[in-house]
């Protein structure tokens, strides 16, 4: 597998029967291959008998490194029901007022707020609801994500930011 200039994993002839024979080949979900569209088709006629998924041809994309960054981040690839998630509100009955945490949480939910990462936090409570439903590990927590007490609140990770005096403003900068 190379990446294009987009960092587009593109996939050789190689590739699939590398990942067919390893058993790897049902695991991905889109595949594009740099490889002839008579091949693609042949393969893809068989594809669903065996239970592989269907190839696609690879086309580069006529588009800057920032353009594509934009039109990934207006879509996160999540269910209708995070799109339209209130987390901000969320986040925020998590610590009640009285709560003196509910500070902390207001300033770093102003902070993601103001860099337009509300679409990150929706994802990843939808990352960490699809890990919970599904019985999968995720990590402790590590690197300057601990630092923040919205994710720990969202359960990215499990260090409790507030209990070891973290700077939350690690994580952002």
Known sequence: MRLDNLSIPVYSEQDIEDMIYTGQLQQLGLLLVDIAQDDIDRFNLHAKDNNYIELSQYRPLDI???????????????????????????????????????????????????????????????????????NIVWGVGRGSSVASYVLYLIGVHKIDSIKYNLDWQEFLR
């Open 64 to 134: 800057t490194q920032e353009e594509f960054d934009t039109a990934l981040q207006s879509d996160w690839n999540m269910p209708d029901e995070y799109k339209q998630l209130d987390i901000e509100q969320w986040v925020t009955e998590q610590t009640p007022p009285w709560d003196p945490h509910s500070t902390r949480v207001s300033e770093e939910l102003a902070a993601f707020k103001a860099r337009n990462m509300l679409n990150l936090l929706r994802w990843m409570k939808y990352f960490v609801d699809t890990c919970r439903a599904n």
